[in-house]
Nanobody, 121 residues
Framework: QVQLVESGGGLVQAGGSLRLSCAAS????????MGWYRQAPGKQRELVAR???????NYADSVKGRFTISRDNAKNTVYLQMNSLKPEDTAVYYC???????????????WGQGTQVTVSS
């Protein structure tokens, strides 16, 4: 059983900052990519940022220069530092990880439960 547990969401004024964390736990053999997606009301879920160890992270154009993704492999944790937040960043943010378990023969996608980020104008 694998779990992704997110923390760090909340309410912030425009221009402010928040830091999201997501820790993977359970029966984990290896983790490939880790990332953050978001879904605003009435919109599709979209990629915010994604990181693979040893590679440059990639970001949605809308967050480049404002958000920074990082990961601590020893802790199986991914972070999203969000600066200069805008009202249009308001959404539920979901953690995602591509994980291989000792029982599986291939990577599977796992999702966190989501954390609300609300940016007021």
């Amino acid at each position: 059983q694998v779990q992704l547990v997110e923390s760090g969401g909340g309410l912030v004024q425009a221009g402010g900052s928040l830091r999201l964390s997501c820790a993977a736990s359970g029966s984990i053999f290896s983790i490939n990519a880790m990332g953050w997606y978001r879904q605003a009301p009435g919109k599709q879920r979209e990629l915010v940022a994604r990181i693979i160890s040893g590679h440059n992270p990639n970001y949605a154009d809308s967050v480049k220069g404002r958000f920074t993704i990082s990961r601590d492999n020893a802790k199986n944790t991914v972070y999203l530092q969000m600066n200069s937040l805008k009202p249009e960043d308001t959404a539920v943010y979901y953690c995602n990880a591509e994980i291989t378990t000792p029982q599986a023969l291939s990577r599977q996608q796992y999702w966190g439960q989501g954390t609300q980020v609300t940016v007021s104008s």
